[in-house]
């Protein structure tokens, strides 16, 4: 018999997670306490862009297997097990803010203490190490007047999954991490993901506090490689006929090394990677640990974006006054977030400078007004973007900005100057624009 289960906090990690888990035939409820977030879903609507999510929540709520709900209580009552999933956004000094986790925990403890039958709760958002067993255990425990292992247990199970393909990953993760409180609770989560994926997915079971350092240190190894890669290409542009692009093809065919994460360009942006970074800095100095390769990580990842800007002052002098087409305001592409996106910083140092920016994104439009307002213009065509306009700055690499030809560029624009902040065009195909590109000698 399939358990049926319900999903505190329903972002990207929790609706993915529950439509998914619905969708192969367990019955779940998806709790958040976003009223218009739960109306949004119940009708079919997607809270966020991200493919596949709003065609699986139509086909989870039409057959009844995923139910949105504001009310965790009765959620909990109807389900043996509980996956927690609510943010942990920065606090000021980089460290991670608990206090949705606190609260899920002793709303999920004030819930288990009217409960006879054995439940498993699962932390799946990401927390800095040892926060389970000292916070997520004891919050549930007062609340609930029962010991861990006794009548409850409790597992940490880390995502790994990107936006963009966050369904996909779901589906197709490369490994499960298990990190559990006791041995019941471990198999019970195991058992649940073999009758999830019904073939061989490796699952790796650990303590909860392993399982909480492997979250982040994939993402601080993730976010190395991408800084790796852009101070190599940093380094390329100062070289006649060097090109990044070219050497991290051939490094990366080094099975030690492995191709992935290897794409020079603008930094990394996302609500991941950024985050999870300071949180692990922060964890470090409360160890009393230095993470110097952490903190260049990030030291890098900072200065990057402006050298879109200085590349386009380096092709058409002077930005004051001139009109610039940001190509591109998602963090990266197939997604219409844009926290901590590099467009961001891109835009501000372009203002900073005088230029006038127009910028043009397929998804991620509605983001930028809240963020810009008035100060900054919005077309609604890659075309219309860089028409009349003096330099074009490619930010995201959407696909579709990809299939703009140069004679786009030489037709609509004032001057055609581009610069090429992910790697997208084809160099050799070029002639007679002005053209740069990160990581291009
Ligand atoms: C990241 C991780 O990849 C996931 O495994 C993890 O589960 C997730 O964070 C999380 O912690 O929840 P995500 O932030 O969705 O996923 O996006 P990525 O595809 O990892 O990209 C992150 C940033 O790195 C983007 O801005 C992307 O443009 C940049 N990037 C990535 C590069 O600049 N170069 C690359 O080669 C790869």
Same mark, same amino acid.
């Given at each position: 018999?399939?358990?049926?289960?319900? #999903?505190?906090g329903l972002g990207y990690v929790g609706l993915c997670t529950a439509v998914c888990f619905a969708a192969k035939g367990f019955k779940v409820y998806g709790a958040d306490i976003d009223e218009k977030r739960v109306n949004d879903l119940s009708k079919g609507k997607s809270p966020i862009y991200e493919p596949r999510l709003e065609e699986f929540i139509k086909k989870t709520l039409r057959t009844r297997?995923?139910?949105p709900t504001t009310d965790i209580d009765s959620a909990l009552a109807q389900t043996s097990m509980t996956f927690v999933s609510v943010g942990t956004p920065s606090l000021r000094d980089g460290s991670i803010d608990l206090s949705s986790v606190?609260? *899920?925990?002793? *709303?999920?403890?004030n819930s288990l203490g009217k409960k006879r039958d054995w439940h498993l709760v699962v932390i799946r958002s990401t927390v800095v190490p040892t926060t389970c067993d000292r916070v997520v255990k004891p919050e549930i425990e007062a609340a609930s007047s029962k010991q861990c292992g006794q009548g409850w247990g409790l597992c940490v199970n880390p995502e790994f999954l990107?936006?963009?393909? *966050?369904?996909?990953?779901?589906?197709?993760?490369?490994? #499960?991490?298990?990190?559990e409180s006791d041995e019941r609770s471990g198999n019970t989560l195991s058992s649940l993901y073999r009758m999830f994926f019904r073939r061989n997915v490796i699952i790796e079971r650990m303590s909860m506090t392993n399982a909480e350092l492997v979250k982040y240190a994939s993402n601080a190894f993730l976010a190395m490689k991408v800084s790796f890669v852009n101070m190599i290409a940093n380094l390329c542009e100062t070289v006649p006929l060097a090109d990044v692009t070219v050497v991290t093809h051939a490094i990366g065919l080094d099975r030690r090394i492995g191709p992935s994460f290897l794409h020079a360009g603008l930094g990394y942006g996302g609500s991941c990677f950024p985050k999870d970074l300071k949180a692990l800095v922060a964890f470090g100095k409360k160890q009393n640990v230095d993470l110097p390769l952490a903190l260049a990580t990030a030291e890098i990842n900072e200065k990057q974006p402006l050298r879109a800007v200085d590349l386009g002052e380096k092709l058409i002098g002077d930005l004051s006054g001139k009109r610039v087409a940001v190509l591109g305001l998602a963090f990266k592409p197939d997604t219409d977030d844009m926290r901590e996106a590099v467009s961001i910083p891109v835009i501000r140092e372009l203002l900073k400078r005088q230029a006038h920016v127009v910028a043009y994104d397929p998804k991620a439009i509605q983001q930028a007004v809240k963020i810009f307002g008035t100060s900054i213009s919005y077309a609604e065509s890659a075309a219309n973007c860089i028409r009349g306009s003096e330099l074009s700055i490619l930010v995201t690499e959407w696909k579709k900005l990809g299939e703009l030809k140069p004679q786009d560029f030489k037709r609509l624009m004032k001057q055609p100057a581009l610069v090429d902040g992910r790697r997208l065009f084809d160099p050799s195909q070029l002639a007679g624009l002005k053209f740069a590109a990160v990581g291009l000698g």
């Open positions: 018999m399939k358990p049926s289960i319900s #999903v505190i297997m995923f139910t606190k609260h *899920a925990s002793s *709303a999920i403890g990107k936006e963009g393909s *966050a369904i996909h990953d779901t589906i197709y993760p490369d490994r #499960v991490v298990i990190g």
